[in-house]
């Protein structure tokens, strides 16, 4: 029997990575899972901040929809940042971005400043994404690049895990509308619900993060080499423009068009159903099991983890563009049997399924856009496509709120099925990537 010491062992690959590597895989896995649990705090708070402000289903999702339209430039800032000054300081701006602007909506006296907060987090959860997948792509060898991508984005179902925790045991044991008067910056608040604020507070935490990334972390060598390059002038006309341009340059502007509507339509899929998640499970339009509802989150995102973690596995083994698809398509006939789901154990049967497959196809983008776009614009390529197409995704959480509002969660949900449908489509339209070298050209 084969076992992690023989050479033909399933995990006999792990004593081909370095220290470097690993420590490249810990940094990008935890500032991922931090992200996660930062972003979907508030997919549990959103029923309490609704009553505290008096907010319709609508209203909630669209306010989500801000963080998720401003991670588009978050993505591109930070896609830049990371091709000029390194994928190790974007990942470190990125991090303490979204964690300090997470504690502070804490502090929020009404909508407006709750919106400028969320806005800000946007901006540094994109910039993470950009920085983090490119910072392991770039290090790790390229017959192991699916894995470590995969293994990577299981760490959003981590995050989505530790925050139906924190919601779990923090949101409940504290009364909706009791009034505190906590005076910050001058202002005076008072008949506010502590509950989500307390969640929102423990946000700022991934920010001692960056302590262990700026100790221990260096720059791949791919990076290094093209920045030397570039400083000297060597990478050509084309290299040497401006990175945002190069990607729409016409060598690059097919991949940059289909990776964008890509994760367009996989995250439209993706929040539709994972935003309203916890309420379908909580509310009486729903499963209606109350917040205690929330710790059925967990089920469903063990199976995210493994999913995320296959797919690396698999597309090593038979290409990203096959699994890809599988993973979408599979995904679009499980939601349909979730949305109408009415007990708690179809949720139990059918969940870890919808975290596995529903999650999983995330795997993908990381490893297909790195081999598809050069060197010299990859951070500004990944961090535009990925994040353009999030902030597009923010129709989502409204649209999918609306739906639910008039025709119940059935509807709403089963209507991810069809931009799943046709996010498999085109992901055929890419070219099959495995086990590509990173070029600088």
């Known amino acids: 029997m084969s076992n992690g010491s023989s050479s033909t062992g399933l995990f006999s690959w792990v004593r081909e990575i370095n220290s ?52 588009a430039f978050g993505g591109a800032i930070f896609g830049i940042i990371s091709d000029y000054i390194g994928r190790v300081r ?7 971005l979204y964690s300090l602007f997470t504690g502070i909506s804490a502090f929020a006296p009404n909508i407006a400043f709750l919106l400028v907060c969320r806005l800000f987090l946007g901006l540094g959860m994109g910039g993470e994404w950009a920085s983090g997948e490119v910072l392991v792509a770039e290090a790790w060898p390229k017959e192991h690049r699916g894995k470590v991508i995969g293994m990577v984005q299981s760490g959003w ?12 045991l923090i949101i409940p044991n504290f009364q909706e509308g009791v009034t505190y008067t906590i005076p910050i910056l001058g202002i005076t608040m008072d008949g506010i619900d502590l509950g989500w604020r307390i969640l929102f507070l423990v946000g ?50 097919r991949y940059t068009i289909t990776a964008t509507v890509l994760t367009s339509l996989c995250m439209i899929a993706y929040w539709g159903l994972y935003f309203w998640l916890p309420q379908f499970l909580a509310s009486e339009k ?40 599988a993973y979408l398509l599979t995904m679009a006939v499980l939601v349909w049997f979730f949305g109408h789901a009415t ?45 353009v197409g999030r902030g597009v995704s923010a129709i989502a959480p409204p649209m999918i709120g609306f ?4 025709y119940g969660f059935a509807t709403g949900l089963t209507t991810v099925s069809f931009f799943a449908v046709a996010a498999a489509i085109v992901v055929m339209t890419l070219p099959e990537t495995k086990g590509k070298a990173l070029d600088i050209e």
């Open 20 to 71: 470097d590597q690993w420590k490249a895989f810990y940094a990008a896995l935890l500032g991922w899972t931090l992200d996660a649990m930062d972003l979907l705090l508030f997919a549990f708070a959103v029923g309490s901040i609704g009553k505290v402000f008096n907010l319709s289903e609508f209203w909630v999702g669209a306010l989500f929809s801000v963080t998720l339209f401003s991670s």
């Open 90 to 96: 974007a990942l470190t701006y990125s991090i303490l």
């Open 157 to 168: 179902g981590i995050g989505y895990i530790l925050a139906a925790v924190l919601a779990t």
């Open 204 to 253: 700022v935490l991934p920010a001692f993060l960056v302590f262990y990334i700026r100790r221990n972390l260096d720059e791949p060598e791919v990076w290094k080499k093209t920045k030397e390059m570039r400083d000297k002038g060597e990478l050509g006309e084309k290299g040497q423009a401006f990175t945002l341009k190069q990607i729409f340059a016409p060598d690059l502007i």
């Open 286 to 325: 729903g499963i209606g099991l109350d917040t205690k509802g929330y710790i059925w989150i967990i089920p469903i995102n063990m199976g995210a983890f493994i999913g995320c973690n296959t797919f690396g596995f698999i597309s090593d083994r038979f290409g990203r563009r096959p699994v890809f698809v």
């Open 343 to 387: 007990t708690l154990r179809e949720v139990l049967i059918l969940g870890p399924f919808i975290g596995f497959f529903g999650t999983g196809f995330y795997s993908g983008f990381g490893a297909i856009f790195s081999e598809i776009f050069p060197t010299r614009a990859r951070g500004t390529a990944q961090g535009f496509c990925y994040n």
């Open 403 to 406: 739906l639910v509002s008039k």
